[in-house]
Nanobody, 119 residues
Framework: QVQLVESGGGLVQPGGSLRLSCAVS????????MGWYRQAPGKQRELVAA???????NYADSVKGRFTISRDNAKNTVYLQMNSLKPEDTAGYYC?????????????WGKGTLVTVSS
């Protein structure tokens, strides 16, 4: 069974920083790409940042220059460093992985971690 477990969310003041982690476990052939999505109440889930197997990155315009996505292949973990946080960054943050197992290639999701930016 494939599992994605996020950690690192919490309460932070505007201008502060947090680092989210997503650890992937299971019998995995290959991870093609991973990303962080967020969803605030009443809004659609949106892509925040993504990274491919060749380390190409992509960011939402709203976070570019403030957030950085990275990965540690040895640990099967992806990170999201969030700096200069704003109240509008408040949301549930979800880790996504595009990966293959013996059953084929599929998307997998974590359960999410809450980030609250407030003074």
């Amino acid at each position: 069974q494939v599992q994605l477990v996020e950690s690192g969310g919490g309460l932070v003041q505007p201008g502060g920083s947090l680092r989210l982690s997503c650890a992937v476990s299971g019998s995995i052939f290959r991870i093609y790409g991973m990303g962080w999505y967020r969803q605030a109440p009443g809004k659609q889930r949106e892509l925040v940042a993504a990274i491919t197997s060749d380390s190409t990155t992509n960011y939402a315009d709203s976070v570019k220059g403030r957030f950085t996505i990275s990965r540690d292949n040895a640990k099967n973990t992806v990170y999201l460093q969030m700096n200069s946080l704003k109240p509008e960054d408040t949301a549930g943050y979800y880790c996504n992985a595009d990966l293959s197992t013996l059953r084929g290639r599929m998307d997998y999701w974590g359960k999410g971690t809450l980030v609250t930016v407030s003074s």
